[in-house]
């Protein structure tokens, strides 16, 4: 999907840190979230897309989708995933 050497060059646009590719039970419970229309981004926007993928900051607190197989590294694009349920 993305390449590692890409991968590591790629930031948080927020904080700047690092961003990992997220694990297929964290993919498997978004994209659940997103099936049953309660999955919300920070700008305040239902996702109603489901993810190829998802890229996560550092910290564990925010996941940028991939959509087509493109990263979408915006702010207000990023899900919290402490909602996440």
């Not at 590692?4 to 961003?19: F, G, K, N, Q, V």
């Not at 897309?49 to 925010?62: C, E, F, H, I, N």
């Amino acid at each position: 999907m993305i390449p590692p050497e890409l991968l590591a060059m790629i930031r948080c646009p927020e904080d700047h840190s690092r961003l990992a590719l997220a694990d297929d039970a964290l993919l498997a419970k978004l994209n659940a979230a997103v099936r049953g229309g309660r999955l919300v981004n920070r700008g305040g926007q239902k996702v109603e897309k489901p993810l190829d993928g998802a890229l996560v900051r550092a910290d564990g607190q925010v996941a940028y989708p991939i959509v087509d197989e493109i990263p979408i590294l915006l702010v207000d694009e990023g899900i919290r995933l402490a909602e996440v349920k």
